[in-house]
C-alpha cells in the first residue's frame, strides 16, 4: 500500500475495521461504528445506532472529530459503483495526524443466510473528507 497516503498501522486498522464490519452485519444490516486506537495499538469501538438514515455515519465522525487518538476510523455499509458494476460494501474511512484527509477503504460482500462474506480483497477509493 505504498501508494496510498497513511502508515501501515492506519492501513492495518482500515482491514480490521473492515473484516470486523462484514463479520458484523447480521441480516443485511450494519451499525455504523467508529474505532479510537491509541499509540499502544490498544482500540476501543463504539457503535452508533442507525435510527434515520445516515444519522449513526454523521454521530460517528462527530465522536471521533476531537479525539485525541493515533489513529481513527468510522465505519459503515453502502454501495460501490465499479466499471464491473454496482456492488453491496462496507466502508472505512480511517485518518491519524498529519493527514489533512480521511483515507478511503472498501470491502465488498455478498450475503448468504444471513450473513455476510467478503468478497475479493479491500480496495482503496482515494482520500475523503477529514475526520480529525
Keep these: 500500500m505504498a501508494d496510498i ?3 501501515d498501522r492506519l492501513h492495518a486498522l482500515a482491514v480490521l475495521a473492515l473484516d470486523h464490519a462484514v463479520a458484523s452485519m447480521a441480516g443485511g444490516a ?3 461504528f467508529a474505532v479510537e486506537e491509541d499509540g499502544a ?3 476501543t469501538l463504539t457503535p452508533f445506532p442507525n435510527p434515520n438514515g445516515d444519522e449513526g455515519v454523521v454521530h460517528a465522525r462527530g465522536h471521533v472529530h476531537g479525539s485525541s487518538a493515533a489513529r481513527v476510523a468510522v465505519c459503515f ?3 460501490i459503483a465499479l466499471e464491473e458494476g454496482r456492488f453491496d460494501a462496507v466502508w472505512a474511512m480511517v485518518q491519524e495526524p498529519g ?9 465488498r460482500y455478498e450475503t448468504a443466510d444471513a450473513t455476510a462474506q467478503p468478497v ?3 480496495g482503496y477509493a482515494g482520500e475523503a473528507d477529514p475526520l480529525l
Design 30 to 32: 450494519l451499525t455504523p
Design 5 to 7: 497516503p497513511g502508515s
Design 77 to 79: 455499509a453502502g454501495p
Design 120 to 122: 475479493g480483497n479491500p
Design 41 to 43: 495499538g490498544k482500540r
Design 99 to 107: 493527514l489533512e484527509a480521511s483515507v478511503a477503504f472498501y470491502q
